[in-house]
């Protein structure tokens, strides 16, 4: 399995930084065509932990955060991996080590043709779908750890 590393913004070299938002960008923005404020100030609370795998030369290939919603829990967020990346079990492996590093219960919003890989890791959905930048979405919670 690949090494999963997480830190703290203030944690982050400058190069780290640059790959993982450089990832959600290519993913996000270029590749689904969403054109919204992916960096927002929960990168930046003091709580919320950036997980990312590296390939060569510490190019970053796939990343999610993991904020805290203090007493209602943690929410996953950002889950990203490059196309080029892709099939290596890199999200799973993020989304492995961002439950064993959280209290649940942890929430997450799911692109709704990934509902089904999310629930793989104990997930269910708990609320209606919604559609966002022309993708369905749903709310998914994991209450207890698998």
Known sequence: MPDVHAAHLVELSPHTLLGILAVRQDVFVVEQHC??????????????????????????????????????????????TLADARGRGYSGALLRRAI???????????????????ARFGFEICGERWVEDGIEHAPMRLEVRP
């Open 35 to 80: 054109a919204y404020a992916d960096i927002d100030a929960r990168d930046a609370e003091e709580k919320t932990l950036h997980l990312w795998i590296e390939g060569e030369k510490g190019r970053v290939l796939s990343t999610l955060r993991l904020l805290s919603e203090g007493k209602s829990g943690h929410r996953i967020g950002r889950v990203a």
């Open 100 to 118: 064993e590093l959280s209290e649940p219960p942890i929430t997450l919003n799911a692109q709704a043709y990934l509902v089904d890989w999310y």
